[in-house]
Structures are given as structure tokens and as C-alpha cells.
């Protein structure tokens, strides 16, 4: 199982990201995904799941700001971001838990400062 994610990035407050995240190891579509974020010095934090139908579901701090979505033809889950905030400057993961493991990508550094 693999995990890469992009799309991160300095952006000032009130603009907007899309992260990506490609996987392969597995049948992608069979898959639950999620989006976590971890802030400095703090644990890290579970933002949103897409699940096989494309329901998404989110922390209550990121609804209506964050959208989750995939493309099952090309193995990638995204995470479309509007008004950041200078608190949503944190690391985030991709993860898919397959056979009962938890597997994470590398992360992509969001920053919102101005």
C-alpha cells in the first residue's frame, strides 16, 4: 500500500487548496478514505472520510469550508479546501486502513499566514 499526497502550500487567509492523495497497493474503490491533519504540537486529528458510495463525512470544524471527494479511475482522493484559516496550517495525511492496518502517506504541509 501507498500513499502519496500533493498540493499543499503557503496561501494567505481566506484563499483555497486542493490536496491530492494517489494510491496503489489495493483496489482503491473498495475503500474507505480519509483526510487527518496534525498541527503543531498537537495529536493528530481525523478531518474527513469518503466512503465507496462518495459520502463524505467531516469534523464539525471544517463543514462547509472542506469538501472530500475521489476518482476511482485514477486511485486519487481529494480534499478541496476554501476559506483557510491560519488554524487549518497543520500536516495532512491520507489514509486508507486495509486488512486492519492503518497506512498513511508522507503528509503535505498547508500553511495559512499572512
Known amino acids: 500500500v501507498q500513499l502519496v499526497e500533493s498540493g499543499g502550500g503557503l496561501v494567505q487567509p481566506g484563499g483555497s487548496l486542493k490536496l491530492s492523495c494517489v494510491a496503489s497497493?489495493?483496489?482503491?474503490?473498495?475503500?474507505?478514505m480519509s483526510w487527518y491533519r496534525q498541527a503543531p504540537g498537537k495529536e493528530r486529528e481525523l478531518v474527513a472520510t469518503?466512503?465507496?458510495?462518495?459520502?463524505?463525512r467531516y469534523v464539525d470544524s471544517v463543514k462547509g469550508r472542506f469538501t472530500i471527494s475521489r476518482d476511482n479511475a485514477k486511485n486519487t482522493v481529494y480534499l478541496q479546501i476554501l476559506s483557510l484559516k491560519p488554524e487549518d496550517t497543520a500536516v495532512y495525511y491520507c489514509?486508507?486502513?486495509?486488512?486492519?492496518?492503518?497506512?498513511w502517506g508522507q503528509g503535505t504541509q498547508v500553511t495559512v499566514s499572512s
Open positions: 489514509n486508507v486502513k486495509y486488512s486492519n492496518v492503518d497506512y
Open positions: 469518503i466512503n465507496r458510495a462518495r459520502g463524505g
Open positions: 497497493g489495493f483496489t482503491f474503490s473498495w475503500y474507505d
